[in-house]
């Protein structure tokens, strides 16, 4: 299966389709009026799509299990057909698309079996996704004309006699996102952490390193009195991500806020856990401009 452990949970929604087509009137005032030889047809085929949801990834293959935490299903009759419509909820990490559209198929497969004895003629029609929200799609970032610059905070780095690998990492996510970069290296000093801070011209400041609990790790105390405002709940998300992946994720220190209109980020040194902050808020944390450029024109 496709690797979804990186993504962060969302709620998800989506709505299938199928059209069950009958021959004649006698099969749908049957199906209204409950006499159909095996019985309801439409409580069974609706519980029928309840299981054929909750049991999709046991029959496709790349399917994730995933909990599923509301199943819908409605008919609509027009004519000689019967439309049938499966909504699917949940709060999760990828999208439920297939489930609603699985779930649909075995409504409508279920009603041609109920329905066969008493018609010879009974076909399935269309089965597609009629909508979906939730994932990438539903909170598209433009990211266009966006400039970062990040800052490596680290004695050993600034010195040679260290690689940096935790800069690099994050300035490959944001040329994922389309957002030029230019990364620097300074000591864990606060002089020069104010100094990178007060000068950069770039729209996000990402600095990584120096927020741990050692002793040189001097990074968010030098930059929180410089913000003019915190942005908590991205810490929060960069923090929480973290724990779900590591325990020792509780020690970081990570800051979020802006200053003069600037998106400013303080991340861990590690490799692991600059990427992992990364990927806990970008690119949603980059609606924060527009919102910004919204307060400028009121």
């Known amino acids: ?3 979804i452990t990186h993504k962060i949970n969302t709620l998800r929604e989506a ?9 004649n009137e006698d099969t749908i005032k049957a199906l209204q009026e409950n006499r159909v030889p095996k019985g309801n047809v439409f409580e069974m085929a609706r519980a029928a799509g309840l299981l054929g949801v909750k049991k999709t990834p046991e029959l496709l293959p790349d399917c994730h299990p995933l909990p599923i935490e509301y199943t819908g299903i409605e008919y609509e009759i027009n004519g000689l057909e019967i439309q049938i419509s499966v909504k699917v909820k949940t709060i999760y990490k990828t999208g439920v698309e297939v489930e609603a559209m699985h779930g649909a198929s075995i409504v409508a497969l279920t009603m041609y079996d109920m329905l066969k004895p008493i018609d010879k003629n009974v076909e399935i029609g269309t089965i597609k996704l009629q909508n979906k929200k939730g994932g990438k799609s539903s909170y598209k970032i433009d990211a266009e004309g966006l400039t970062a610059k990040v800052i490596v905070c680290s004695d050993t780095i600034s010195k040679g006699k260290g690689e940096d690998k935790a800069g690099k990492a ?3 996510k944001l040329e994922a996102l389309g957002i030029k970069s230019e990364r620097i290296i300074i000591p864990d000093e606060p002089e020069e952490i104010r100094s990178a801070l007060n000068s950069a011209d770039a729209d996000i400041l990402i600095f990584t390193g120096g927020t741990g609990v050692g002793p040189r790790d001097v990074t968010p105390e030098t930059i929180e009195p410089m ?3 915190k942005l908590k709940g991205v810490e929060e998300q960069m923090r929480n991500y973290g724990q779900q992946r590591m325990p020792y994720a ?4 990570s800051v979020a806020g802006i200053k003069d209109g600037k998106v400013v980020l303080a991340l861990p040194g590690s490799t692991k856990g600059a990427a992992e902050c990364m990927d806990a808020i970008f690119p949603h944390v980059l609606h924060v401009f527009k919102v910004i450029e919204g307060k400028r024109h009121d």
């Not at 299938?16 to 021959?23: D, P, Y």
């Not at 509780?250 to 220190?253: E, F, G, I, P, Q």
């Open 1 to 3: 299966m496709v690797d």
């Open 15 to 23: 709505t299938a389709i199928a059209i069950v087509r009958t021959s």
């Open 170 to 172: 994050i300035v490959s």
């Open 227 to 229: 913000l003019d405002l």
């Open 250 to 253: 509780m020690l970081s220190r």
